[in-house]
């Protein structure tokens, strides 16, 4: 059936096409800018700790807030009850939060660190990358990733599941 032929109601159906699975380049690409993206975050962040007046970009703010809240950075929705203390935290309302927020945002790097060597392991045995990794938020993403690397050397690696346990 094309993307719209009628169906046996004499409607037009629509015909999911499939996801396409990310390549591993694209990953690289996309977890190498979190990463340089998050590092910048960092380092302002680091600014506010030390006791520098600076203009806050949106990470940074976001970041101050998760930390003020003790929530998961990065949230994976900003509703309109943290949206306003996202705003409350560019008008400097959570500075006192930003050695916190310096280990939720090192945190989020490092994670994705992680899944950098995960891409690089599965490139390396040739596997499959899931179509559902399309679609995820990076936070999410670099956890998938960091998951499926994670089983896939425990069958891998001879010996390997008698030393996780």
């Known amino acids: 059936m094309s993307d719209n032929e009628f169906g046996e109601n004499g409607w037009s159906e629509e015909v999911e096409q499939p996801v396409r699975a990310p ?21 302002d962040l680091a600014k506010i700790r030390d006791g520098q007046r600076i203009a806050k970009r949106d990470g940074v703010s976001v970041a101050l807030a998760c930390a003020a809240l003790e929530e998961k950075y990065p949230p994976l929705e900003i509703d309109g009850r943290f949206g306003t203390f996202v705003g ?3 008008e400097g309302a959570f500075d006192k939060f930003a050695a916190l927020a310096c280990d939720l945002v090192g945190q989020a790097i490092a994670v994705t660190h992680s899944a950098l060597e995960g891409v690089r392991f599965l490139d390396a045995i040739n596997e499959a990358i899931p179509p559902q990794w399309s679609n995820l938020p ?6 998938e990733v960091n998951r499926y690397a994670f ?6 690696l001879p010996g390997w599941s008698e030393r996780a346990r």
Do not use: Y
């Open 23 to 43: 390549t591993i380049p694209s990953l690289f690409r996309v977890l190498n800018g979190h990463i340089a993206s998050q590092t910048a975050v960092l380092q």
């Open 88 to 90: 409350q935290a560019r």
């Open 138 to 143: 990076i936070s999410e993403l670099s956890r």
């Open 151 to 156: 089983t896939k050397m425990r069958g891998r």
